[in-house]
């Protein structure tokens, strides 16, 4: 057939590697992404987390190193998960002064210092996790009633109690992921009444009941017999998502959450286009563990997958990303 007849040749842009860079949408940075870590009471050495290959539970000592490591690759920020020793059903560890979160912040806290008097350059944020699941016995995020059912008001006091402890450790956001109803709004109060306007909260907005959470149970040794699905969202639900940012919006949230980032693009997409505050996306557990698994079978290409499914969460709207691969990416990406 004649080439007099073709007008357009979108092969034009995709003829090099340099070509293809110049014209890119849509690209990766590390101070976008955001290293979850979890650090656990009483470790004398990190534990290796079974079903998340290269992930650790933790001691207080490496994790100054991980929050170190993560901070010279120019990671953005990290997202923090205290393991206590002990549990009870009120989760009274997780507001504890000398808890193992609240050790965890201010340890961070001092790595970053330290590699931002080194390099010169802005560290890590320091993002705690705000929710009691780690802390309570029966492993569910919050004070359980009578009948067994999580007490949604009853939970935001501890949450509040939780957030204000944060931030007297040195958290600069607190990450409420209980999926209770208002808790942003109390958490909210709870810190400018004690003189904490400055840290910010970052909602976990849309929140789905998930089975690709199942790994993160094994990291936190959640104590959880059942399931969350009466507080995280079904996963039949779009629109219901949106709902949930609007109203961590109108509550007072500094930025809004879509997880699990793979299972939920659509969502995420749609939460990006309604919103002006940053969004973010977790990259979870089952994500990274399908992948790694994938990859140590020989059955896709470790790198190239990594890299292709950050960026279409990217794609998808998010600004920021919480995925376990933060600091490996960015050190790729340097």
């Not at 997409?269 to 990259?283: E, F, H, L």
Request: charged share 25%; proline share 4%; with cysteine.
């Amino acid at each position: 057939m004649s080439t007099s007849g073709i007008v357009y040749r979108p092969r034009r842009l995709r003829t090099t590697p340099r070509m293809r860079r110049l014209v890119a949408e849509h690209r990766l940075h590390a101070a976008d992404l955001v290293l979850p870590l979890f650090v656990k009471e009483g470790l004398t050495e990190p534990a290796p987390i079974s079903s998340m290959p290269g992930q650790v539970q933790h001691t207080t000592e490496t994790l100054a190193e991980a929050v170190a490591e993560a901070a010279r690759a120019g990671v953005g920020g990290v997202m923090l998960f205290g393991i206590p020793a002990q549990r009870d059903a009120r989760g009274t560890a997780g507001d504890a002064e000398d808890g193992i979160l609240q050790r965890g912040i201010a340890i961070a806290r001092a790595a970053v210092a330290a590699v931002e008097a080194e390099t010169g350059r802005p560290g890590p944020v320091v993002m705690a996790d705000t929710c009691l699941d780690e802390f309570t016995d029966h492993g569910h995020c919050g004070v359980l009633a009578a009948d067994g059912t999580v007490d949604n008001d009853a939970t935001l006091d501890r949450y509040a109690a939780m957030a204000v402890a944060q931030a007297k450790a040195g958290a600069e956001v607190v990450a409420p992921s209980g999926m209770m109803d208002g808790q942003v709004a109390v958490l909210r109060d709870a810190l400018d009444d004690a003189g904490f306007e400055n840290v910010g909260i970052l909602a976990y907005s849309a929140k789905y009941a998930s089975a690709f959470y199942g790994p993160f149970r094994e990291a936190v040794d959640s104590a959880l017999q059942g399931d969350r699905r009466t507080y995280q969202m079904d996963p039949a639900n779009a629109r219901e998502g949106l709902r949930e940012a609007d109203l961590d919006l109108a509550e007072g949230a500094d930025m809004v959450m879509v997880k699990p980032a793979g299972t939920s693009l659509d969502v995420l997409r749609a939460v990006a286009d309604r919103t002006d505050v940053p969004v973010a996306a977790y990259q979870v557990s089952g994500e990274y563990a399908m992948i790694e698994a994938a990859a140590a079978n020989g059955w896709i290409d470790r790198r190239g997958a990594v890299l292709e499914s950050v960026l279409a969460i990217r794609r998808a709207g998010a600004d920021l990303i919480l995925t376990y691969w933060a600091t490996e990416i960015a050190d790729w990406l340097d």
